[in-house]
């Protein structure tokens, strides 16, 4: 409450957590996705390379589209974060099937962080991005 006015003020911590955590996805995903493109002559499995790389590609997109929308107030931005957490989760889910699957047989390390941390910032953005404190900073509410 304001001193002496009986408002209530709504904290914008849930809507400055989003950024945070929709940035992290975004340049996490964006950093992976260009050390992939490394790799595209040398490995044997393209397509699956191929796969990973829109996967990457487009949560990196979103999510930081997301951050410059939500921190100019627009409310497409709570829209675009929950669309690169959601295709980031689509993403883990969906080389979790295509790794269980022979002859691959099991994420290495390296993919099995990548893919947690994915999870992980795509959560939390998704969650932050839909409290009632990021639609009053956009003007939803």
């Known amino acids: 409450m304001t001193e002496g006015t009986g ?4 904290s914008t911590v849930s809507a400055k957590l989003a950024m945070v955590f929709a940035g992290l996805l975004g340049l996490l995903t964006l950093l ?19 796969l990973l790389e829109v996967f990457l590609f487009a949560t990196a997109l979103s999510s930081l589209a997301g951050v410059a929308l939500l921190a100019w107030r627009v409310a497409a931005g709570i829209a675009a974060v929950v669309g690169g957490a959601v295709v980031g989760v689509l993403m883990v889910v969906t080389f979790f099937i295509l790794d ?23 959560v939390l953005a998704f969650v932050q991005a839909l409290r009632r404190g ?5 003007g939803r509410a």
């Open 134 to 138: 990021t639609q009053i900073w956009v």
């Open 7 to 10: 408002e209530v003020r709504e």
């Open 100 to 122: 269980s699957i022979p002859p691959h047989g099991g994420l290495s390390q390296s993919g099995a962080t990548l893919l947690g941390g994915v999870t992980l910032l795509a």
């Open 32 to 50: 992976n996705g260009v050390n992939g493109l490394k790799l595209v002559g040398d490995v044997t499995d393209t397509a699956r390379l191929v």
